[in-house]
């Protein structure tokens, strides 16, 4: 990493303006990406740029200091955190030990003791990140990976060759606990092509191995091997719905090994099941959901449920590499590569040098293979409404140039009715997400949390989707639309400020006007005078 970024926070911009002045921060490796005058802004630029430091102060309207640096360790617990405070707040200061404050420095700020402070955390955090892409490292966690027996029993679980009688047999062997009660595959891609410069490829994948199971391991009591060239995950739930917290726990470490290691990873999340002997299952569509990364893009979580509309179960396909492929391509690839597998499949052996029984065979499993796939997906597919029979007698008539267009033509049909419902599915609940907001705005605990439980989607999908749609994160569509309210509140009500404030969700009227001034430029009294005079 060439330099490490850094976030000013302090209500007094002259005082932020001397420390931005008094180092020399090229020099010392960092770089200041901004400032705020107090923690709730601090806060929104913590999830915009998620700085390597903050330096704050302590006494800050809305939200002061501690609670900012509480904030800051709960959701970005890789920040490091360096405390400005006054020689009379200092003890209260040191009394804050969980916080696991870097440094507290009290004021007047002197330009050499922090330009040692900053030096010393230099050295940290590059001792920090040197551990993890060290090749003696590295190398040692590739040789501590699992056993060759649980490797072996892994390997079975995802391929489907275990039986519900011999699960306790296995357990007992490898010494592995699965209480659940429910499980989640998690197969985790690491990028060989975008991988950071002479790192070897095995190496990175063990690393970003290791850092899942410490990040991910402990909570979900999850389990991690290499399997098939990326990593696999059989995380246990307590219940199916923590399956949305789930993916937004993975989406957050995509985005910290993109960080702090410079991997390009995406993990995709299976289908909750109830029993071990089902995680194929699971796993097969975790897979299915990592190759949905080409759509949504990689360095993020991808849940299989949340990006197939509609879908029930285990994509229904054929035991044949070429139709699977089909398939694959009418979720994922364009007309072209529709034209090119359908292509492909036709003029597989299967379809070519065999018996007129043999044939027929093949267009009975082509046709139920299809049909399975229209009905996993709920494609109203018209040409399987009538008599099946029928249907078979038809395809068995046409010659190969017919049977390849008919085919096509269905390929394409499928594709547009997955893409129509992939489109239907998100417009739909962004608009639920915004008539929820309509509805509930004046409650002062609406959050992003709340309307992705409602919703039942995670808060990583729901951000991405809503802000695509609509072009603004949730929270600043909810600020815009309660400022709005407001507006429209002052000039229409002889209500005072406070009142207003709490009808459209804010309990605190300072940073109610804070937030209005914000947006209109103006206070609300302002605002109300300035438009009452224009009616005049």
């Known amino acids: 990493m060439d330099k490490y970024t850094v976030l000013l926070v ?8 001397v420390i931005m002045k008094k180092l020399n921060w090229e020099e010392l490796g960092f770089s200041v990406i901004g400032y705020a005058g107090n923690g709730v802004k601090a806060l929104e630029l913590m999830e915009e740029y998620q700085p390597d430091v903050v330096v704050t102060d302590i006494k800050m309207p809305y939200m002061d200091g501690m609670e900012l640096a509480q904030r800051i360790k709960s959701e970005f617990p890789m920040t490091k955190i360096l405390i400005f405070t006054g020689f009379d707040e200092f003890e209260y200061a040191r009394e804050a030990v969980h916080l696991e404050v870097e440094e507290y420095i009290l004021k007047p700020v002197n330009s050499m003791e922090l330009t040692e402070v900053f030096k010393a955390l230099k050295s940290k955090l590059d001792q920090e990140i040197s551990e993890k892409q060290n090749v003696e490292i590295l190398q040692k966690y590739y040789l501590e990976s699992l056993p060759l027996r649980q490797a072996n ?72 091997f290499p399997y098939l060239g990326n990593t696999v995950m059989i995380a246990q739930l307590g219940s199916g719905p923590e ?35 089902d995680l194929f299952k699971s796993y097969a569509s975790a897979r299915e959901a990592v190759s949905y990364r080409v759509i949504y893009g990689s360095s993020r979580a991808i849940n299989m449920k949340e990006i197939v509309p509609q879908e029930a179960g285990t994509p229904g396909v054929t035991n044949d590499a070429q139709l699977s492929g089909l398939f694959k391509m009418i979720r994922l690839g364009s007309e072209e590569d529709i034209v090119k597998a359908v292509d492909t499949y036709l003029h597989h052996a299967s379809l070519h040098e065999r018996s007129l029984q043999q044939y027929h065979i093949d267009i009975m499993e082509l046709v139920s293979g299809l049909y399975r796939f229209s009905v996993n997906n709920e494609i109203p597919a018209e040409v399987f409404s009538g008599d099946m029979r029928k249907l078979y007698g038809n395809i068995l008539d046409m010659d190969s140039g017919m049977l390849e267009k008919w085919l096509t033509d269905l390929s394409l049909s499928f594709r547009e009715e997955l893409n129509n419902a992939r489109s239907r599915s998100t417009k739909s609940f962004v608009s639920r997400a915004q008539e929820y907001v309509h509805n509930n705005y004046a409650d002062e605990g609406l959050s992003l949390d709340g309307v992705c439980q409602v919703l039942g989607v995670s808060n990583s999908y729901f951000s991405t989707v809503f802000k695509k749609k609509t072009g603004s994160s949730f929270i600043g569509y909810l600020t815009d639309y309660r400022m709005d309210q407001a507006s429209r509140l002052l000039i229409e009500t002889n209500e005072k400020s406070y009142v207003i404030a709490q009808k459209v969700g804010y309990t605190d009227p300072n940073y109610f006007s804070y937030v209005f001034k914000r947006r209109f430029g103006v206070s609300p009294n302002r605002y109300r005078t300035e438009h009452s005079e224009g009616e005049t």
């Open 10 to 17: 302090d209500d007094e911009e002259d005082v932020i303006q």
């Open 153 to 224: 029993f892994y390997s079975m679980l995802m391929e489907g060759r275990v039986c519900e009688e011999e699960i306790e047999r296995y357990l007992s062997e490898c010494r592995l606990s699965f209480p659940g009660p429910f499980f989640c595959c998690l197969v985790i891609h690491t990028s060989v092509n975008q991988a950071p410069k002479a790192m070897d490829p095995l190496l990175l994948s063990t690393s970003i191995q290791k850092q899942a199971e410490e990040r991910l391991g402990e909570k979900w009591r999850a389990k991690a």
């Open 243 to 277: 399956i949305s917290e789930l993916t937004d726990e993975c989406d957050r470490f995509c985005k910290y090994a993109r960080h702090m290691i410079g991997a390009v990873v995406t993990v995709g999340i299976g289908q909750v099941c109830g029993a071990i002997p």
